[in-house]
């Protein structure tokens, strides 16, 4: 099986998809004949001709709205927005149309669109370059948010994105574009190659939207997770020498709730982790579900392992980010608090 | 007939791509001092013809055209000059630090230094400058102090941002150069409030706000349009037509179908179309809108035509894009060489100034990035560790103190 690291398993799964379903077109800045700054659509236009992936006009706003007309054509766009930092100024079309378009005609038109953006810090992207923007999206009614942490998971969560009838913010971390990043930035790069989810079919294959996976399991806490920090908590379970079980979301809505809370009433214990600031973050309302759901299982204080509450800084860069030495310290807390 | 044709979707693109020879005809180019200049106080409706013009002063002697040419005195001249060849001097040091990695980022405004460094000299203390981050020229014009760039680069214990930003991403409200962020097209409001707010308070104040041709086509620009238009706003709102976007030629901002300035007949405002490379063009046509703006007249809007010769940013690869023989084949030139020739021709300047004015800035650049290199480059030194909760608020909340206590300890 071919080795791939994340953005060529995104750059597979557009290709797949544009050869597959011929409505399906990809449009954003600069995707077209360069290929995207990430590259994720390298070769795309040349492979399948401009009108397949094509270069928008830089308007975040426009770039959505346009894809919802088509998308309520009957089209199937996959849009790129260059940094998830700069999809605010589309957020009124994500919230007010893509997310209501179905409800408010009463199934007359739906949007059934894509938008695959980078986000998250650890490239020394400073305040415009590193937001981790994922709980706006989730607490949007009638917005799918996926977040994939391998080139395996990427490629087979953004073909089920794409076979989606309504519209999904696809958030991609960065920082895992290249390699399995742990949250050591002092240790050298490592690839993808190394890595067993780097084996990515080269056809089609998608994975259900709302199965998270355990990528490790273990008996003492519980670990939820996504996107960059999947590799963080593994690292800090490794370090710590707890034995943790490790889940990654894979997606944030639909959420896994049943795979979550198996996991929970299982360890009596749980730790959130996220690179977004703390306060109504993501993992806020996990918390608030795991003790919903939990409460009478629970050992311990469930704790929260995330951003500080500030813009993502540049010198603070790996200040800021919630490392592995920040989530096994609260690893130890959790398992040696005593109710 | 036409009704039965079927529909195709037209996707624009550039005139050459790499392997292709540069073909610049679009730009419509006209002879320097044939575009008519009328008074600043004339009507917007008696001036629909001049985005369609190209105000150029600098023809290819050096000599000064036309009914735009200014009254600029030598010593202003002179300032000029030195402000753009410091700035090309500092562009080519930091983009050679990072490349040895002891910064993280950079982005050159070489070949658009004129744009800058003229407004810059035309503008008052008291008013202000909304700049983007290709505009560091409006600073060194200023005299800006050379190692708080530097320290702002490194993010190190000395930079006045306190290791917040990206390096280029400034902010110097004492030199009139408002606050820079990533986020394209979103101070250009912001300088059509300030504006508003100077005509509100009863001042003298104007606004220069400056975007990339590319952010013509953020939604904010149109809107800053409107309220520019709606209320008069003493504000010069000016586009850098560099021709490129990154990877995206000027057509995926419409720029095929009209030019930038031409925005301006749709909302009424005055639209200039201006050789970007030619200082003295410059120069003229901001001390005309900044003349209409103080005299209560209202916006006016600027296209300068330039080029963007260096990459996009030390990310970017323009090879992957654009012919490599684009940059020289832009028929404008080059506005460190022009400004040049005329000051020579003119008598005020020689070559042998010139020589001794780049060692000068050289020698200042490196002396300066010696010293910021001693404070410590990128991660050497910072900010103390606290300090990042600052700023959030004016006071610190529970959340930024209780984790300001975790952090340090
Ligand atoms: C809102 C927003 N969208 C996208 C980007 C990514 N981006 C950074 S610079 C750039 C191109 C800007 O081109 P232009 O406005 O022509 O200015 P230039 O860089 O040529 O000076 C893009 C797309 C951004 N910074 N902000």
């Known amino acids: 099986m071919p080795r791939m690291n994340m953005i060529q398993a995104i750059n597979s799964a557009l290709d797949v998809m544009l050869s597959r379903d011929p409505k399906m077109l990809i449009f954003g800045e600069d995707v077209g004949y360069f290929g995207g700054v990430f590259r994720a659509t390298d070769g795309l236009a040349a492979k399948y001709g401009a009108k397949r992936c094509f270069d ?149 294959y998608a994975i259900p939207l709302g199965t998270a996976n ?110 592995p030495a920040r989530v096994g310290k609260a690893l130890r807390r959790c398992v040696e608090a005593e109710t | 007939m036409l009704r039965n044709a079927r529909l195709s979707l037209h ?30 106080e004339s009507p917007a409706a008696e001036m629909r013809d001049l985005p369609y013009e190209l105000v150029r002063v600098l023809d290819d002697q050096g000599q000064a055209q036309g009914p735009w040419a200014p009254l600029i005195p030598s010593e202003t001249l002179r300032r000029g000059l030195a402000a753009m060849v410091l700035t090309r001097a500092f562009d080519d040091r930091i983009f050679r630090l990072q490349r040895q990695g002891k910064t993280s980022f950079y982005m050159r405004s070489t070949g658009e230094e004129a744009l800058s460094v003229a407004p810059s000299l035309v503008l008052d203390t008291g008013d202000m400058c909304f700049p983007t981050y290709r505009n560091v020229g409006f600073l060194m014009a200023r005299d800006y102090p050379l190692l708080d760039l530097v320290n702002q680069i490194f993010s190190n214990a000395r930079d006045p941002l306190k290791g917040r930003q990206m390096p280029v991403l400034y902010s110097a409200r004492d030199y009139g150069f408002y606050s820079v962020s ?79 300035a031409a925005r301006a007949l749709a909302y009424g405002l005055p639209g200039l179309r201006v050789d970007g490379n030619d200082f003295l063009a410059v120069h003229a046509a901001v001390a005309w809108a900044a003349e209409r703006a103080r005299s209560n007249l209202g916006a006016t809007l600027i296209e300068f035509v330039t080029y963007r010769t260096s990459g996009h940013s030390t990310s970017d690869d323009p090879a992957r894009y654009r012919p490599d023989e684009e940059p020289a084949a832009f028929p404008l030139g080059d506005p460190v060489e022009r400004l040049k020739t005329h000051m ?66």
């Open chain 1, 56 to 204: 928008a006009p830089i308007s975040e706003g426009g770039i959505i709205a346009t894809a919802i007309g088509m998308g309520a054509y009957g089209l199937r766009p996959v849009v790129e927005i260059q940094f998830a930092d700069y999809i605010l100024p589309a957020y009124d079309q994500l919230v007010s149309e893509a997310a209501r378009l179905r409800y408010r005609s009463a199934g007359d038109f739906w949007a059934p669109i894509t938008v695959r953006t980078p986000y998250g810090g650890g490239i020394f992207g400073g305040q415009t370059h590193s937001s981790s923007p994922e709980a706006i999206f989730a607490h949007v009614t009638g917005l799918k948010t996926v977040i994939p942490s391998t080139p395996y998971d990427a490629k087979g969560l953004l073909i089920a994105a794409i076979e989606e009838d309504d519209p999904v913010i696809f958030l991609e971390p960065k920082r895992l574009y290249q390699g399995p990043f742990d949250g050591h930035p002092e240790r050298p790069v490592e690839p993808w190659s190394n890595h067993p989810a780097s084996e990515v079919p080269e056809g089609h």
């Open chain 1, 214 to 323: 355990v990528v490790r399991a273990g008996r003492a806490v519980t670990v939820l997770a996504y996107g960059t920090m999947v590799h963080v908590a593994q690292a800090a379970a490794a370090e710590t020498g707890i034995d943790a079980e490790v889940i990654d979301l894979r997606t944030l809505v639909p959420l896994d709730i049943d795979t979550v809370t198996a996991s929970v009433k299982k360890t009596g214990r749980c730790v959130i982790v996220h690179e977004a600031s703390r306060f109504g973050g993501y993992g806020a309302e996990l918390s608030a579900l795991v003790q919903e759901e939990c409460f009478y299982h629970l050992q311990a204080p469930i704790e929260r392992v995330t951003g500080w509450d500030t813009p993502y800084p540049h010198a603070f860069e790996w200040d800021y980010f919630p490392g």
């Open chain 2, 11 to 40: 996707i624009p693109e550039p005139s050459a791509r790499p392997g292709d020879r540069p073909d610049f005809r679009h730009l419509a180019l006209r002879p320097a001092g044939e575009t008519r200049r009328p008074e600043p």
């Open chain 2, 182 to 260: 990533g986020n394209l097209g979103s101070r250009i409001g912001h300088a059509v409030g300030w504006a508003m707010a100077s005509a509100w308070s009863g001042d003298d104040k104007i606004a220069l706000a400056y975007i990339g041709e590319g952010t013509v086509a953020e939604g904010a620009v149109h809107e800053a349009l409107t309220f520019a238009t709606v209320y008069h706003a003493p504000v010069i709102l000016a586009i850098s037509n560099n021709q490129w976007a990154i990877s995206s030629f000027h057509g995926l901002a419409g720029g095929n179908e009209t030019t930038f």
């Open chain 2, 344 to 409: 020579i021709a003119a008598g005020h300047w020689s070559e042998a100034d010139h020589d001794a004015l780049v060692r000068d800035c050289d020698e200042r650049v490196r002396a300066t990035v010696k010293e910021g290199e001693a404070v410590g480059t990128l991660g050497v030194t910072k900010p103390p560790l606290g300090s990042m909760f600052e700023d959030v608020f004016k006071t610190p909340d529970w959340r930024q103190i209780r984790q300001r206590r975790e952090v340090e300890g």
